[in-house]
């Protein structure tokens, strides 16, 4: 089995973490995702404290494996907040700022930090505000992020990290991601996209669909999020929306001054909240093109696991070998036995 030492540090058995997903219902494949050894996670946007609570309660009934709770600045909700650190989930995830303040009282209440940062300032900020774990999320990724890379991220942040461990987060979406993000240093890597496509995800099958189909290009940022997301809490936080392309999308980015926030924030807020959330912004990242079938998470996790394994364990062989051979060596049996190795 593929283990890091991300794993000792959240007490999973997988270098893997699912995704959440701002307000959309996903206990079900939070749990499936404990069971195949990860780390779940359950998102808290827009969402009333009750229906929160019976999600975490309904979470506890399917596992006793450790999950996380998602919290960001767009906006915290402090009575979301508030009513996490009494629930103590084993960590909070943040995205879109690194408040310090808040990184505080989740230790308090003997709760880890997962902190997503989009650049090397953020990853600075999250080192010295005492983060558990650091996502580097490239601007790949489907929901909100920023620009960068992940190729390019990942190394930066690893650098800045030190001993704190590091996932990569944005592009990844089977075991050549993984294999990749470890090769990079990175510890581990988040899935949303690719989990997204699960049997257990609870959002339109018409979405689900439209990943399976989608091209990289398929997906775009929203320069022009402002008139319809949240406002930030705090001063200093951004990011922008991947999402597959939607009539809505396209009207406010060619005619942003015709789309009023008072109007179509809530909009789009009521679509989220009755299962319609797809017909104006179903987040997607471009990781979308590496997606071809809906399958059930604990499958997708086993499978991504295997083969990031697996190409590290031929990519290795084939090193050796090539140590062995010397460089002016080529054709005959050790040249044979790499192509039959090669993934």
């Known amino acids: 089995m593929l283990r890091t030492p991300l794993c000792d540090v959240l007490g999973i058995d997988v270098p893997v973490i699912g995704a959440p997903y701002g307000p959309y219902e996903q206990v079900a494949l ?16 827009v969402r009333p404290v009750a229906d929160l609570r019976r999600q975490w309660a309904r979470m506890r009934e399917l596992t006793d494996r450790p999950f996380a709770v998602n919290h960001t600045l767009r906006p915290l909700d402090e009575e979301a907040f508030r009513a996490t650190l009494d629930e103590r989930p084993a960590a909070i995830s943040f995205h879109l700022g ?12 003997g709760i880890l930090w997962i902190q997503q940062v989009m650049d090397v300032r953020q990853a600075e900020q999250a080192v010295r505000a005492g983060a558990d774990v650091v996502v580097a999320q490239g601007g790949e990724a489907g929901g909100q992020g920023g620009e960068v890379a992940t190729m390019v991220l990942v190394p930066q942040v690893v650098d800045v990290a030190g001993t704190i461990p590091v996932v990569a987060a944005g592009g990844v979406a089977d075991g050549r991601g993984l294999a990749a993000a470890l090769a990079l240093g990175a510890q581990g890597v988040v899935l949303g996209t690719r989990l997204l496509a699960s049997v257990e995800m609870d959002i339109a099958e018409e979405w689900k669909a439209r990943i399976v189909a989608a091209e990289a290009r398929d997906t775009i940022k929203s320069a022009h999020s402002d008139r319809f997301m949240p406002p930030f809490s705090r001063p200093g936080a951004y990011g922008s929306p991947r ?5 809505f999308l396209e009207e406010v980015e060619a005619h942003p001054e015709r789309v009023r926030p008072a109007e179509a924030g809530p909009r789009v807020v009521e679509a989220v909240l009755t299962g319609r959330g797809h017909e104006f912004l179903p987040l997607t990242g471009q990781s979308a093109a590496l997606v071809h079938d809906v399958l059930p998470a604990a499958e997708i996790v086993r499978r991504i696991t295997d083969d990031a394994e697996t190409i590290l364990r031929r990519t290795a062989d084939a090193c050796r070998a090539d140590e062995t051979s010397g460089p002016a060596v080529s054709g005959g049996s050790a040249g044979e036995n790499r192509r039959d190795d090669r993934i």
């Open 243 to 247: 999402s597959l392309r939607t009539p």
């Open 30 to 45: 939070a749990a499936a995702v404990c069971g195949a050894g990860a780390l779940g996670s359950l998102g808290t946007a």
């Open 98 to 109: 690194v408040p310090g303040d808040l990184i505080g009282r989740a230790h308090d209440a």
